[in-house]
């Protein structure tokens, strides 16, 4: 699931990239082979990887005093 929503998000940067590219060639009037030879400066980050769900430990019962537990066998020595 995460990595389908970071190579969801690497394909809009790439678009949002190209897309910016032909405007600014557009709008300051740069031949269109020109703009196509324009590069991101840094590659898109890699996805990170995928952790599995933090362990969640049960919370400690409150043990009245002088009551025993239930990993405290019920004999006497």
Do not use: W
Request: charged share 25%.
């Amino acid at each position: 699931m995460i990595s389908t929503y970071f190579s969801l998000i690497s394909s809009c940067i790439q678009e949002c990239f190209k897309a910016c590219k032909a405007g600014c060639g557009y709008k300051f009037e740069i031949h269109p082979g020109e703009v196509d030879k324009a590069r991101p400066n840094r590659p898109c980050n890699p996805p990170p990887s995928e952790k599995p769900p933090p362990v969640q430990k049960r919370p400690p019962q409150a043990v009245k005093h002088g009551e025993p537990t239930e990993d405290v066998p019920c004999t006497s020595a």
